[in-house]
């Protein structure tokens, strides 16, 4: 879920999400969607900041998790060098790899393209539901499917019609070489703007939830779900909107869930 920052996930009524697992706090590896993503390629999913323990035992602990989820015995960091890719992994033992993307920053011609069989930009960033409508699940082939969801991602599945101009915020840097060197007319959110904008970035949530439905049923048995945020966002915090540039907690904090489907 693209931006979507713990809290929201906890705002939210999410009874899908929450028939697969309950969801804990963890942190992403990055403030923005293409450094997330390339880590989560890699097979990193977000961390949990453990205290007194080196760096590499927390890696190791990650990549080796991959057997379980995968049923592939003898998995481990040394299965994923040195192309330290998930999608190549996969498509070594059998896996088709399927991604569907929202941000136009993920588009086909960026590296993260490689190593999947079918890989496509929505037409439209809020678009889940015509993602399940693709997804195609067989009996004899198991399968990746690797889903980047807009509609948690600003605007929010809100017309951008009526706010404010922010230059580049869906991800895409539309219009940005033009505006190089001029100055720009962005107006910053008041406190009651941020605050409905976290309020209805938990309306997606809920949105998505209903989706997941779908998903859920249309899976076979076995599923392996993992339910995350590449990063947060910040509504108003420290005087920040968004996230990228930004140093700031809320832009880590992400909901993590992963449960097999029965």
Known sequence: MDSCRFDSYQRAKRPNMDRLAEGSLRY???????????TY?????PHQSPKGVFASEVYKNEFSQWVDRLGIKDLSFKSFVPQLSLPKVL?????????????????????????FDDYKLMANHNDFAGMVDEIEFYDDEPSFHFLNLGETHYP????????????????????????????TSDQFFDDDQMQQLHSQQVKTVE????????L?????????????????????EGGYFGHGPIVHEKVLEVPFLEARKP
């Not at 992403?28 to 390339?38: E, G, I, K, L, V």
């Not at 392996?224 to 945020?229: D, G, P, V």
Request: net charge negative.
């Open 91 to 115: 498509k070594d033992n059998g896996y088709r790899t399927v991604g569907r993307v929202s941000m136009p920053v993920l588009n086909p011609t960026s590296h993260l393209n490689k190593y």
């Open 207 to 214: 949105y998505v939830d209903q989706v997941l439905d779908a």
């Open 28 to 38: 992403s590896y990055a403030s923005w969607t293409s450094p997330s993503h390339y």
């Open 41 to 45: 390629l890699m097979g990193m999913v």
């Open 156 to 183: 929010y599945m809100l017309d951008p019609k009526g706010l404010p101009h922010i230059s580049g915020v869906h991800g895409v840097f539309k219009r940005m070489d033009d505006e190089m060197g001029q100055a």
């Open 216 to 236: 859920i049923s249309k899976a076979t048995t076995n599923t392996h779900f993992i339910i995350t945020a590449d990063h947060g966002e910040c509504f108003g």
